[in-house]
């Protein structure tokens, strides 16, 4: 059970270096089965699977991937869910060669039970998809 942003923004790394080493079914259990999932103008996903097929349309396009968490905000809420929101630095080392490091936000939401119920990430993209 999460009380603090300390725990919170624990969960969040977790989260996120479970993905950066290859450990995307791990990251994947740290959702819950109903997971909304958006990415910046995409399409909505809902679900683990299809939460796990856009992370992986993502991962298909580096050879390593980094996420840096930064400025870090934990909001409670009365229904015993909290608001999480981040700013993120995401370096990618992509397989057609190029380096691209990009700026990103996360606002998601947490469960009493340490799962992310809702993810909705931000950030431009263009440079990781280009050719």
Request: glycine share 6%.
């Amino acid at each position: 059970m999460m009380t603090t942003a300390l725990t919170s923004r624990s969960f969040v790394e977790k989260y996120y270096e479970l993905i950066d080493n290859g450990h995307v079914d791990d990251a994947m259990e740290l959702t819950t089965e109903d997971i909304k999932f958006k990415f910046a103008n995409a399409a909505p996903a809902v679900g683990r699977s299809a939460t796990r097929a856009g992370i992986d349309r993502v991962l298909d396009q580096c050879n390593k991937i980094k996420h840096d968490v930064l400025t870090f905000f934990d909001i409670p809420r009365g229904d015993g869910l909290r608001d999480v929101i981040f700013e993120l630095r995401i370096t990618y080392d992509l397989k057609n060669g190029k380096h691209v490091s990009i700026p990103g936000c996360a606002v998601t939401t947490v469960n009493s039970d340490g799962r992310f119920v809702e993810q909705r990430l931000y950030g431009d993209l263009t440079d990781v998809f280009a050719e």
